[in-house]
């Protein structure tokens, strides 16, 4: 499967959002990752609607959103309707995961379901048929620069076996303290849509940075 990069603007300069996305295009990165932190379901608050919107009009990249929100059922039209290419949601959130894949399907854009650190692999399988990718949290979700969880390889293993066994062809995206030398652990696994926030966003050749994890 083709690796991609997805850049996490939790990292970037929000005060020159423009040129920040910018940059980003300039150096062939193929998707911008939105994370929305509501204080309840994690303990940070980011950015919602209106921001998002506001990147809509300025980008044609992927907007590749991270909801980490305690009820994002109640939220999936408003975030496809404000420009959203990708809905990830989390499998411990209070929504019915069934209803809201469907949800961001009835849309016409592409569904994935977020498990955190402690949520086994299993706990997804019965929703595979119906994903478009799953994301496995390689930290803790609420914060950037957080140190990867190397726990979570097996665990990248054992799902790609059961996407594999189950003949399907769904990403497997991973988000948290990736850079150079983890994207290599994690693609060895199965993972090939790779977060980075911190890594990318300091990176002094952003182009070179992002070419090192999808190649390495
Ligand atoms: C954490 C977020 C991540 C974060 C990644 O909850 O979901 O997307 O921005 O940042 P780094 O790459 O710095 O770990
Ligand atoms: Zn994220």
């Known amino acids: 499967m083709k690796n ?3 850049a996490s603007i939790l990292s970037a300069d929000l005060l020159n959002l423009e040129s920040e996305i910018k940059k980003l ?3 062939s990165i193929d998707m ?3 994370d929305v932190m509501d204080g309840v379901f994690v303990d940070n608050i980011t950015y919602g609607l209106p921001f998002l919107k506001g990147i809509r009009q300025i980008t044609d990249m992927c907007l590749d959103v991270h909801l980490m929100i305690i009820n994002p059922l109640k939220y999936i039209d408003n975030f496809a309707d404000f420009g959203a290419d990708i809905i990830t949601f989390h499998l411990e959130s ?3 995961v069934k209803q809201t894949i469907d949800a961001i399907h009835k849309k016409g854009i592409k569904a994935a379901v977020a498990i955190k650190p402690n949520t086994p692999a299993e706990a997804v399988y019965e929703y595979l048929p119906y994903l478009d ?3 496995v949290m390689t930290v803790e979700p609420g914060f950037g620069g957080q140190k990867f969880i190397s726990s979570t390889v097996e665990k990248i293993e054992k799902l790609k076996a059961k996407i ?6 769904i990403d497997i995206q ?5 850079d150079d030398k983890t994207s290599v652990t994690v693609k060895k696994a199965g993972a090939n849509v790779l977060v980075s926030g911190s890594y990318l966003f300091r990176a002094d050749d952003m182009k070179k940075s992002a070419e090192l994890m999808r190649e390495a």
């Not at 594999?164 to 062809?169: C, D, F, N, R, V």
């Open 174 to 178: 991973v988000d948290g303290g990736i």
């Open 32 to 34: 911008v990752h939105f």
């Open 164 to 169: 594999s066994e189950l003949g399907l062809a």
């Open 94 to 96: 209070e929504s019915d």
């Open 133 to 135: 990718m799953v994301l």
């Open 4 to 6: 991609y990069v997805s």
């Open 25 to 27: 295009e300039e150096n």
